[in-house]
């Protein structure tokens, strides 16, 4: 469903994606690992539209993206995390939802005063769909509190129940094990493993904690200077030598 | 007895007066996060837009330079008078009609460079009518602007113009209100506190920016127009920077950055102690002198209550 061909990204001198071609199929999960520096945000920031390709091409559904708006993107389904956690810090968990669905009628400074009837609508479902998704993330007891005030983990849950807000096909998630403590790790997890077995939605994953990532995923793509090193299942990957030598060096940190 | 009356109902109307502007600096800053220390800009488009409209066609005796005033202040329909409310929009639309090119070119270079276009815009507009006279008579200013619902008489025509700014300030009051608790002012505070969020959630940030500016900028056109007719005289000199930004900020951040309540609130306390501090003895009551209070309170409160008497919600 997603397919990179010969992407290349330079800033200066730097080449951070330096001829990257992979591509991923559907209804899994795709782990994206390597050292620092390797290129992985690099690579989000050009599949959503923050950072645009020097050259090469990015497909979606058959479709050439690598030149559309990140709203166009966000539309299409893709839809991406950071590595620092995005939340509204003084908006309410349920605001944060509320506030995440595109196309919403009363989001029109000039129209939503003439559309209030629709846009009571659209907001009387998005707050039944809202309360749903706190379900499947595991936050419904924290609906009325500042996001601000949720721990790091749980702000990366509540990441995952904004974005489920959008109807996504693809989700990339940059770190999302990072900076969180492991018992809300093992429920990032099974969320993680729920939402994409159930609701068929897949994910791209960066990360660093091994663990986590290669018992998540269904395939690893490693990545090392720009350029990628390997792709295959966990199992191959904690085999291959040349990971062995330029990575998992790290991860024994 | 009356005098200290009439004195109490002036201040009652500069304050409202202030409120408005101070909730639509809320719409910018305490809102979207839009740094405007240029409120001075369409506190003067509103001002003499409203008092250029309303003024009569050129009289040479009267001013020897001006060129052109709308005479709007004959409109009537039914024998009421129609051209204030006219007027106000009018203003308002002005102040959208620059506010929306400016937010679009700035916004969209760096956020640093609205607080620098901003306040140079304020200082540029001072300028053109220093020196443009046929526009708006020059350093001499505007005066006898036409009053609205003058021809009611019951003594003092400023408890006329208190019901005027009242009923206009719960207008705007209301109409901020409804904006920013809609889910399009959800989208505005969304982008206040995270924005690379709201961008990776799809939202046309530029564009919510600009209509928030937008807004923001015509209700201080609406102000500046309620200025005009209250004090019935303007001239360039009644837009510099301290009375006609300065304070502002001051009013918006005692008061309550990001609640209407509060910034209303700041307007009627900041205006208090400007205006009372004139009474102090001696060397006290020197206008820089309140300044520099003003600007001790401004940091006092940012210090030890950063978020202002009424905080936001
Ligand atoms: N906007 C940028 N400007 C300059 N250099 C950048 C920029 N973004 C990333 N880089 C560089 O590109 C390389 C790859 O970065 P990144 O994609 O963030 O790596 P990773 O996420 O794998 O740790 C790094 O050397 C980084 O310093
Ligand atoms: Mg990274």
Known sequence: ?253 | MDSILYFFIGFLIMSGIYSVFTVGLNIHWGQTGLFNIGIASFFLLGAYTAAIFSSPSPNLAKYEEYLWGGNFSQLTLLGVDIWFPIILLLSAFICILVAIPLAMVTIRLKEDYLALVTLGLAETLRIVFINETWLANGTRGMYSIPRPFDYINIGNYDYIYFVVVVITLIFVYFIAQKATNSPWGRVLRGIKDNETTMIASGKNVLKFKVEAFAFGAGIMGIGGALFTHGKRFIDPITFEPMLATFIIWSMLMVGGSGNNKGAIFGSFLMWGIWTFTQFLPGFLSDANLRFVFVGLIIILFQLYKPQGIIPAK
């Open chain 1, 1 to 253: 469903m997603l397919k990179i061909e010969e992407v290349y990204k330079y800033f200066g001198g730097v080449k951070a994606v330096d001829g990257v071609s992979f591509d991923i199929s559907s209804e899994k999960i795709t782990g994206l690992i390597g050292p620092n520096g390797a290129g992985k945000s690099t690579i989000f920031n050009l599949i959503t539209g923050f950072s645009r390709v020097d050259e090469g091409s990015i497909k979606f559904e058959n479709k050439e993206i690598s030149q559309f708006s990140t709203q166009k993107m966000v539309d299409m389904g893709l839809i991406r995390t950071f590595q620092l956690p995005g939340e509204l810090k003084n908006m309410s968990v349920l605001d944060n939802l509320l506030v995440s669905p595109r196309h919403h009628p009363g989001e029109s400074l000039l129209f939503g005063w003439i559309n209030s009837r629709k846009s009571n609508h659209f907001e009387v479902k998005n707050i039944v769909a809202a309360k749903k998704n706190l379900e499947i993330v595991g936050l419904t007891h924290l609906i009325n509190e500042k996001a601000g005030n949720l721990s790091t983990g749980q702000k990366k849950l509540l990441e995952l129940a904004r974005i489920l807000m959008m109807n996504p096909k693809l989700i990339l998630l940059d770190e999302p094990a990072a900076g969180i403590n492991p018992t809300l790790i093992n429920s990032l997890s099974k969320v993680i493993l729920d939402i994409n077995k159930k609701q068929r939605i897949d994910f791209v994953i960066i990360e660093h904690n091994m663990d986590f990532i290669m018992s998540l995923s269904d395939e690893i793509i490693v990545m090392a200077e720009g350029k990628t090193l390997f792709k295959g299942t966990p199992e191959e990957v904690r085999k291959n030598d040349k990971v062995l030598n330029s990575y998992l060096g790290y991860s024994e940190k």
